[in-house]
């Protein structure tokens, strides 16, 4: 997992514009151009806050998706994200990269509270949330959609 820099461009438009991969993230499928704004906005948010998208690779450098700590637009507070391409589905990457994008969200960054936000219908990003330690803390309805809000707590430290 490394921050996410402009030579990515070409990648993350694959992966936003993949209608399997990207359809039920917020926004939806992507175009070129609003991929690389989006990046612009990602690059940024390490800057400000320290936190953002990382470029998921396998070891011998191969894009293969994206996990993310990103501030949600409706208010909801930070929350983790992740998508991948078809290809890296299956493999255990999304719990793994999740996890670690939440514990670097609590420890590094400081975080006390991330949130996920998938459909209901997501059963895959739904079981990763749990796996990882999230719990379900609410949900709302988008677009005809329930939505299941999950939250990670950072706990304090025995003194």
Do not use: C
Not at 32 to 58: F, K, N, Y
């Amino acid at each position: 997992m490394t921050p996410v820099g402009y030579w990515d461009l070409p990648d993350l438009v694959r992966l936003k514009g993949d209608p399997r991969a990207f359809a039920l993230m917020l926004g939806g499928v992507r175009t070129p151009v609003q991929t690389a704004e989006d990046l612009a906005h990602d690059i940024r948010d390490w800057g400000r806050h320290g936190h953002g998208m990382w470029a998921v690779r396998a070891r011998r450098g191969q894009f293969l998706g994206i996990t993310a700590l990103m501030h949600r637009p409706d208010g909801r507070g930070v929350a983790l994200r992740f998508a991948f391409l078809p290809q890296a589905w299956g493999l255990g990457l999304a719990s793994e990269t999740a996890s670690a994008a939440l514990t670097y969200g609590h420890d590094a960054a400081g975080l006390e509270r991330i949130v996920a936000v998938a459909r209901e219908d997501n059963l895959g990003s739904l079981q990763v949330l749990g796996s990882i330690g999230m719990f379900r803390a609410g949900e709302f309805n988008r677009n005809g959609n329930l939505m299941i809000v999950y939250q990670s707590v950072k706990t304090g430290k025995a003194g």
